[in-house]
């Protein structure tokens, strides 16, 4: 299938109350691991390129990779932007071919994330692609001391509102108290479900949940069998995906786990033979690994199945 635009697919996911994973993908083994997890799973899929992993790809490369695994897939691929900064990020995006762009003007003032994000929405929809904008300062709830503090960095439901209505994006990252990275919670996992339900409510459109790696102990220790060393590393329980998605989140974004399965996968490999000099068997185990991880998120957000 050609790349499909997130816009065609986000009904579905809101009126049915499933996640679409988005899977960041920086080289040839991650692009063919997420297209090949989507298709066993038969689950609609984003495959996100950050503005670093274009940087290291090429926009170029990462296109005609993702466009040739589209082609082969019998499910929707969509090729999304994650974390656009300026306009002229989005604007290359949409220009090489993307299908989805996100602009983050969440470190701006509300009116210039607006400003910003309604000049991308413009230019976007345009083109026929989609938008996601970014409201509230993703990072832990108990990272905050005061209630105050904790109001002042999670998404605020009515600005979330306004921000809909002058922007008109097509879905809204939300902060609900996840953060980017392998270390999102000094204790326990605490999410605002309850804030995701109102912003829901509120704006009735599809909401996006960032930071949303689990940071699995089982791949955390066994990159510490094999030499690494990623201690205090905490992410979000499989019930809190769960719980997101019957709150309201239509897309849930994923590059930390991705990273952590690839390193420990080329750790084992690296450690039980060391001789091996064959880039195809020191990467393809972790690509097979990938794919797996992928392929269980899937079902995790209920998306399985649905393409
Ligand atoms: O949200 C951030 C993503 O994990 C992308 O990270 O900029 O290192 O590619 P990156
Ligand atoms: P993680 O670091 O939790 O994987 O989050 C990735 C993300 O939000 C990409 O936009
Ligand atoms: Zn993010």
């Known amino acids: 299938m050609p790349l499909e635009s997130l816009k065609k697919l986000y009904p579905a996911a809101n009126r049915s109350r499933y996640a679409i994973g988005q899977f960041n993908v920086n080289n040839l083994e991650f692009v063919q691991a997420a297209i090949e ?53 989005a604007r290359n995006c949409v220009d090489a071919g993307f299908t989805s762009v996100m602009i983050d003007g969440s470190h701006l003032p509300f009116d210039k994330n607006i400003e910003l994000t309604a000049r991308v929405v413009e ?40 921000f809909a209505r002058k922007t008109g994006v097509d879905a809204l990252a939300v902060a609900v108290g996840t953060s980017h990275g392998a270390y999102k919670f000094k204790g326990e996992a605490r999410l605002d479900f309850e804030r995701i339900s109102l912003i829901k409510k509120m704006t009735e459109m599809p909401l996006v949940l960032h930071g949303a790696s689990g940071v699995p102990e089982s791949l955390t220790q066994k990159i510490a069998k094999y030499g690494g060393r990623l201690p205090g590393a ?72 649905r393409a």
């Open 37 to 89: 997890a989507a298709t066993e799973a038969k689950a609609p899929i984003i495959l996100a390129a950050s503005t670093s992993a274009i940087k290291y790809a090429g926009i170029d490369y990462l296109m005609a990779m993702v466009r040739a695994g589209a082609a082969k897939a019998p499910v929707p691929v969509v090729l999304h932007l994650d974390h656009g900064a300026t306009f002229e990020d």
């Open 234 to 305: 905490k992410g979000l329980p499989d019930d809190a995906y769960r719980k997101a998605v019957e709150s309201g989140i239509n897309k849930i974004n994923i590059d930390t786990d991705l990273r952590l399965t690839f390193v420990a996968e080329v750790r084992q490999v690296l450690a039980e033979n060391p001789q091996e000099i064959d880039p195809r068997k020191i990467l393809g185990p972790a690509r097979q690994a990938i794919k797996e991880i992928i392929k269980s998120k899937i079902t995790l957000l209920g998306s399985a199945g």
């Open 123 to 162: 230019y976007a929809h345009a083109h026929g692609v989609s938008v996601e904008g970014e409201l509230g300062r993703l990072g832990g709830i108990e990272d905050e001391v005061s209630v105050d503090a904790k109001d002042a960095h999670l998404t605020d439901p009515a600005q979330a509102v306004e």
